[in-house]
């Protein structure tokens, strides 16, 4: 399916001033920092093969979560954080910028590897290289997992989320009210020695993604009778990284 990136249609740029100590401060009170794009008009649809379609509409949510949350957009080239309201938007693969609770106005975040961005307690970073094509690009954010989130320190797993817009079927002579629905798709990485490789959370499969120690991580997959099935598949790869970061 053709997919087209609302990032082509919303702007946004972000201007930190250079400083070699890390900084906090708030995006309403923060001058060096400029962020423009109105998403008023269009915050409620989805630009789907050209054209927009209302979120009223869909069964399910282009959002990882709907509200608004404590946010903090950290600048990795000098260390200054910016703290305002943030949501991840999985359709577009995105984060929208409220600047306070009060406001009404929505902007994005530029897409930049420059950025990490933190949301309550879940970490992103912006990944330019995956081994595989999603949704038409090798590049997007990731969802860090391990509890080491620096390639430098260890082995990082990542779990990218993309959605997918299946519209309903319209059957034949008679009445439907099914909607189209978004579906998300989850893979999984992992960084190590300068390489992003995917890993499958598959009991015969995971080991293989790791350049060495597998027969040891085959082991403990089997000793730790792990299965990787539903609920239990990202807590299991979390395990098997943090194990292999101790080999």
């Keep these: 399916m053709k997919h087209i990136h609302l990032l082509s249609i919303f702007t946004a740029i972000l201007i930190l001033s250079n400083s070699a100590d890390c900084q906090v401060m708030s995006l309403e009170n923060h001058q060096d920092l400029a962020i423009f794009s109105n998403m008023n008009a269009e915050r409620d649809k989805l630009m789907v093969d050209g054209k927009f379609v209302n ?3 869909i069964q ?29 938007r999985i359709f577009d693969d995105m984060f929208e910028i409220q600047a306070n609770s009060d406001s009404e106005e929505l902007s994005v975040l ?9 949301i309550n307690n879940k970490s992103f970073v912006f990944v330019e290289n995956f081994p595989i094509k999603m949704k038409g690009v090798y590049n997007g954010y990731v969802l860090i997992l391990s509890n080491n989130n620096d390639p430098k320190d260890g082995v990082v797993l990542y779990k990218r989320i993309i959605q997918q817009y299946i519209e309903a ?5 008679s009445y439907s009210n099914s909607k189209s629905r978004l579906v998300n798709e989850e893979y999984y990485f992992i960084a190590i020695d300068d390489k992003i490789l995917q890993i499958e959370p598959n009991r015969k499969k995971a080991a293989d993604a790791f350049p060495n120690h597998n027969s040891k991580l085959d082991k403990y997959i089997k000793d730790n009778k792990i299965k990787f099935r539903g609920n239990d ?9 943090e194990y292999y970061n101790t080999l």
Excluded: C, M, W
């Design 55 to 57: 979120t009223s509409v």
């Design 60 to 88: 399910g949510s282009p959002y990882l979560e709907d509200k608004f949350k404590n946010g903090a957009i950290k600048n990795l080239q000098n260390d200054k954080i910016i703290t305002t309201n943030l949501r991840y």
């Design 110 to 118: 530029k897409r930049s590897k420059n950025y990490s961005i933190k």
């Design 169 to 173: 079927k319209k059957k034949a002579n």
């Design 233 to 241: 598949e990202e807590s299991d790869l979390i395990k098997l990284v």
